[in-house]
């Protein structure tokens, strides 16, 4: 990498082409949320970011906030969802009780 920027693993496991300390090329795997180190390859770091995969760390952030965000909504719309259908159940089961309860007009006997 020859930016001083700083990269973060977005996918669950990437491999990443690096150099090591004596410069021979060497594939090493890293899991989500770990730093990419400075001895990517400028190819290798292309690729990832272009594939979403790596992202800077600032992005990262930011996609992480907005994902949190989006579930938070879908629980809380879920949650809504289920007092809605409740609620209508409820009225059903009223509504149903008190038609039970209406005299049928026929004399017993």
Do not use: I, R
Not at 27 to 33: H, I, L, R
């Amino acid at each position: 990498m020859a930016d001083s920027k700083k990269y973060v693993v977005t996918a669950p496991y990437v491999t990443l082409h690096c150099v090591d300390a004596n410069g021979a090329p060497v594939v090493m795997g890293f899991y989500k949320d770990a730093a990419v180190p400075a001895g990517v390859t400028e190819a290798s770091l292309k690729h990832h970011l272009d594939s979403g995969m790596v992202a800077e760390v600032g992005e990262a952030a930011a996609e992480a906030k907005a994902e949190a965000k989006a579930e938070a909504k879908a629980a809380d719309d879920a949650a809504k969802a289920t007092e809605a259908a409740a609620k209508a159940q409820a009225d059903a089961d009223k509504a149903e009780a008190k038609d039970a309860a209406k005299p049928t007009g026929k004399a017993a006997g």
